[in-house]
């Protein structure tokens, strides 16, 4: 760890760590609490029984010991109150194991944008299964990264949480697809009294970003006496967003030259990059009829741009270029200073109630429902008058060169505009006049961003979900228990900013769009080229789950018990096309479609062969409809010779299905990554900085319906130490391999750089360029095809036109190994009746995270990197995740620091066309590297940052606190992010605190 890592570390954590120094010396004299708790801290879970024992995530069985030999990390209600955590995604994403792959409530582009995941060592959201008391929810209508499925947190109450149960295992021996990376399961309370209520509100330092919430629960019946209990109760929870512009240099332009790095920002010193403030430049219209037949080259050498709107009225000024290539001045911009955001507007509210009640003295039930509306608004800058198809769109309506021209002639019905009767020159183009007895040769090319529309989305998910079951006991040993649950997911998706290409046409041949005022434009003209369009999915879930248990015989251990129990589950998704009718350049084309029946059985035996070795053996055997049958067998070990001391380890086998979006031939999408063109095709455009600045470039799948399961193989070694009845500690090391890899074409990058490598020689036109790229990119594997070529460069019509989109097949490919370790700890310690201590630790460090694509290609490693960056807009792989809390309670007063702690990355990708045979160094391969200088933007710093939250317990019935969050105001680290320039030179997945800010908030509890 750097050293000013360490200093932040000290400042933030200064009374946990004065406290820690001293204690574990003072700590042997004083009075000691119960047993304090390390892989799996008691859960506090009603126990019909009366008996006290609890069901541990990755069992069946209840029991009292929950150092069981599964590597469980449980975080309490009371844990999440104590760190300031209000919602279930910030509560999940806490945990240490979550990793590549993670979308946080910042995440705000994407396929997914408005969704939040959690990923399990570094697995994926499809890898990670989430339950809601033991059972599956829903999945989110739109797949993370186009065909990856998850629950979203989002949906998930709050207000009933009692804890959150995170196993570090594969576990598809009991739960199914899908467990190999682990599972968590969110445990609401079984039974509540009286009234509980709360609220708080606040900000951050900087006034922006507010946040607010509140919450009820009421509770009715005395289940021990009465034999029922009924409660309701509800959430609402408010959060401002917050843009770049008000965070500063770095983290609101794509212009680094300040600190060694390079200007990708092109809106204030290069003509023809499209602003707010439309730019045209005169060129030769083919065809009088179509804006979109301007010809590829200017009228005129240099070509002399003319700016629509009056230079005198530019808000942030004016610059000017005299080259051979461009003439002219316009308004300077900095499109990401003006409009990106650093966290959306985000609404939620929801509804839980739960009825237990006892119908015999062996028989006891439950009916649950819960509804949860989760709305995220997010603001984009605004859209280009012409933007690249996505997916499947027309050649001749797909590229972004040579752009929209405006014509010299317009009219009422925008047909044959030069030759009707009621034709008049269009004010929007300042060479109509002049050309007006040759139009075709007035044409004006239009460089513009539709900056007086709303940009950006609107999503609502609503999520409905009832449970219900019986359990009960029979004979002497029988233990029986059944269970259903339907879930349902509605989203509404509505997009803003987008121009639909007939009303576009329509707009600029009838002038009815202003382009020089676009301030004086009507709503009802503004509805006609760019309305809001809404694409509605849905997706449900139902589960109907019974088992069996009882004890067999007894061994020198204990009793033997064995379980079997079955499951049928039937999965829907519906996600629709946002552009169906390919209409909306620019728009995704995501959709995805599917149905099926699951039919499962399960067993676990548990066997205590001795008081010291305890021995869990399961299995499960999944059936799909669409003809998938996978068994996945389970071991696990406890062997504890000493009190203080005991090993565990687990070995096992596990599957994913693929997802709808993967395996239906319905299914399709483009997934879009940052590339920045490099060498000789640079060379070949360097008259155009906009043509070789850093742009999007797409890959194309359609769902594969012989595609197969991944499988897994996972162990994990361990050990739990209880040196005093105070301290406890657990040490894991873990190992997974995933193996028949589903891989969105692993040769893409190479297929990227197979295009590019023709860009050095010579051709008649750009048409002849890319049909040479074209034919390498063929060569580099059977589904590796060129989709979507850009229109030719205006400064360059005979070189190498960019690649806009690459069909890519879905494929099985070799394998990945992840491995790492995991430390826990926790302490509890009583210095006098009236003041005590408690600390918990949760740390994980990825030792290994190697893709083997296969085929002789290069061992691709993660660990430590930003990538994969095709893996939830490049979040990357930190090495390091940990979180520290200590609570020290004095009277009626409690002081809560809650640190967390990412390690430093490097700006390296082993997925992208900069890594070259797997080539992780930073010389080689970095993903950003300055045309001058040698700055380093390889390496991506540690980041620390501490929240503190004071707690006045004035009675039994009222408390009310105070939370600073990161209260040293730590700063996000610098990455300057080219793959996704959306989330401007930082990783929203790790850092978001950092760019946020320290923050402020007070609440008040109460209990009656």
């Not at 994403?93 to 792959?101: E, F, L, N, T």
């Not at 959306?344 to 819960?370: K, M």
């Not at 005093?724 to 090391?733: G, M, V």
Request: glycine share 10%; charged share 15%.
């Amino acid at each position: 760890m750097q050293k000013t890592q360490i200093i932040r570390l000290r400042t933030g954590a200064a009374l946990s760590a004065l406290v820690l120094a001293g204690s574990l010396f003072a700590a042997p004299a004083l009075a000691q609490d119960a047993p304090a708790s390390t892989g799996a801290t008691a859960p506090q879970q009603d126990a019909p029984s009366g008996d006290g024992d609890i069901v541990v995530t990755g069992t069946i069985f209840r029991q009292s010991d929950t150092h069981t030999a599964l590597p469980v990390t449980v975080i309490t209600a009371e844990n999440l109150e104590r760190a300031g955590i209000t919602n279930v995604t910030d509560a999940i994403r806490s945990a240490s194991a979550d990793g590549a792959g993670s979308i946080g409530n910042g995440f705000t582009s994407g396929f997914s944008a408005g969704g939040a995941a959690v990923s399990l060592r570094n697995l994926g959201v499809s890898s990670t299964l989430v339950l809601v008391d033991g059972l599956r929810s829903t999945n989110f209508p739109l797949s993370d990264d186009g065909h990856n499925s998850y629950v979203d947190l989002n949906s998930i109450p709050m207000v009933n949480v009692q804890q959150v149960q995170v196993l570090k295992d594969g576990a598809s021996s009991l739960y199914g697809a899908d467990a190999i990376g682990g599972v968590v399961n969110i445990i609401t309370r079984k039974h509540m009294t009286g009234l509980e209520a709360g609220v708080e509100g606040g900000a951050t330092q900087k006034g922006d970003g507010a946040k607010y919430r509140a919450k009820l629960l009421f509770g009715y019946g005395d289940y021990d006496t009465q034999g029922f209990n009924v409660y309701i109760g509800g959430d609402y929870e408010y959060g401002g967003r917050i843009s770049a512009a008000s965070r500063g240099f770095p983290f609101d332009t794509l212009d680094l030259r300040s600190i060694g790095g390079n200007d990708n920002n092109r809106a204030d010193d290069t003509l023809g990059t499209a602003t707010t403030d439309a730019m045209v430049t005169r060129t030769r219209q083919t065809d009088l009829n179509n804006p979109l037949a301007g010809s590829v080259t200017n009228a005129t050498t240099p070509a002399i741009f003319t700016s629509l709107t009056p230079l005198a009225n530019c808000a942030y000024g004016t610059y000017s270029e005299n080259t051979a290539q461009r003439v002219g001045s316009a308004c300077r911009h900095d499109n990401t200073r003006e409009y990106a955001q650093i966290t959306p507007l985000q609404e939620r509210y929801d509804a839980v109630g739960r009825l237990s009640f006892r119908l015999g003295e062996n028989v006891e039930g439950y009916i649950a429902g819960s509804y949860a509306h989760s709305r995220v608004n997010i603001i984009s800058p605004p859209r280009a008058i012409r933007q690249t198809q996505a997916f499947g769109g027309s050649p001749a309506t797909s590229t972004t060169n040579p752009g929209i021209v405006l014509p010299v002639y317009i009219c009422s019905s925008g047909v044959n505009c030069a030759t009707a009767a009621d034709r008049q020159l269009n004010p929007n183009n300042p060479y109509a006049a002049a050309y007006a007895n040759d139009p075709a040769n007035g044409a004006a090319r239009i460089y513009y961003l539709f900056g007086d529309v709303r940009s950006g989305s609107d999503r609502v998910n609503e999520v409905f979900r009832v449970t219900s079951g019986l359990h009960g006991t029979f004979g002497d040993s029988w233990n029986w228990n059944v269970e259903a649950g339907y879930s349902r997911a509605d989203l509404s998706l509505t997009q803003y900013g987008w121009a639909n290409l007939n009303g576009l046409i329509k707009a600029i041949n009838t002038g009815s769009y202003n382009f020089v005022n676009p301030s004086l434009n009507t709503q009802a003209v503004r509805d006609s080229v760019l309305p809001p369009i809404n694409a509605r999915s849905n997706s449900s879930e139902l589960t109907v789950d019974a088992s069996l248990s009882r004890t067999l015989f007894a061994l020198p251990g204990g009793d033997v018990r064995m379980a079997v129990g079955g499951q049928y589950r039937k999965e829907k998704l519906t996600n629709n096309s946002a552009n169906p009718n390919l209409d909306i350049p620019g728009l995704s084309t995501a959709q995805a479609y599917g149905d099926r029946s699951v039919w499962a059985g399960y067993f676990e035996v548990d066997v205590p062969v001795l008081d010291s070795l305890n021995i869990d053996l399961s299995g499960r055997y999944d059936h799909y409809s669409t003809g998938i049958g996978r068994f996945s067998p389970k071991a696990t070990a406890k062997f504890q010779p000493i009190k203080q001391i005991a090993i565990r380890g687990t070995y096992s086998e596990g599957f994913r299905a693929p997802t709808f979006a993967e395996s239906d031939p319905r299914s399709s999408y483009s997934g879009f990554v940052g590339y920045t063109p490099t060498g000789a095709f640079l060379t070949a455009h360097a008259s155009n900085p906009t043509y070789t600045a850093p742009y999007s470039l797409g890959r194309g799948y359609v769902g594969n319906a012989a595609i197969k399961p991944e499988t897994a193989r996972s162990f994990t070694l361990g050990a739990i130490f209880e040196p005093t009845p105070w301290l406890s500690f657990t040490a894991d090391y873990f190992n997974v391999k995933k193996s028949n890899l589903i891989v969105t074409g692993p040769l893409s990058s190479d297929a990227v750089n197979a295009y590019y490598s023709v860009a050095g020689q010579t051709f008649a036109s750009a048409a002849a360029a890319a049909a040479a790229g074209c034919a390498k990119v063929a060569a580099v594997g059977a589904g590796y095809s060129c989709n979507v070529i850009d229109g030719a460069d205006p400064f360059a019509p005979n070189a190498l036109p960019r690649l806009l989109v690459v069909n890519a097949p879905y494929v099985n490919t070799a394998y990945m190994v992840i491995a790492g370790l995991e430390f826990t700890a926790d302490a509890r310690i009583k210095f006098s009746e009236n003041f005590r201590w408690e600390s918990r630790v949760d740390v994980q460090e990825t030792m290994k995270y190697n893709l083997n694509p296969g085929g002789g290609a290069a061992v691709q490693r993660y660990a430590g990197t930003v990538g994969p960056e095709s893996l939830s807009s490049g979040g990357g792989t930190p090495r390091w995740r940990g979180n520290w809390q200590n609570t020290f309670t004095f009277d009626q007063f409690s002081l809560s620091t809650t640190t967390y702690f990412v390690g430093s990355m490097k700006a390296v990708a082993a997925d992208q066309p900069s890594s070259v045979n797997g080539d992780t160094s930073c010389a080689a391969s970095a993903i950003y590297k300055p045309t001058t200088g040698n700055a380093d933007f390889c390496h991506i710093k540690s980041f620390v940052y501490t929240d503190v939250n004071l707690t006045v317990k004035v009675n039994d019935q009222f408390s009310f606190f105070g939370l600073v969050g990161n209260v040293t105001n730590a700063r996000a680290p610098l990455f300057a992010n080219t793959a996704y320039p959306s989330q401007v030179n930082t990783l929203t997945s790790w850092h978001a605190a950092g760019l946020i800010g320290r923050t402020f908030r007070a609440g008040a509890n109460f209990k009656f």
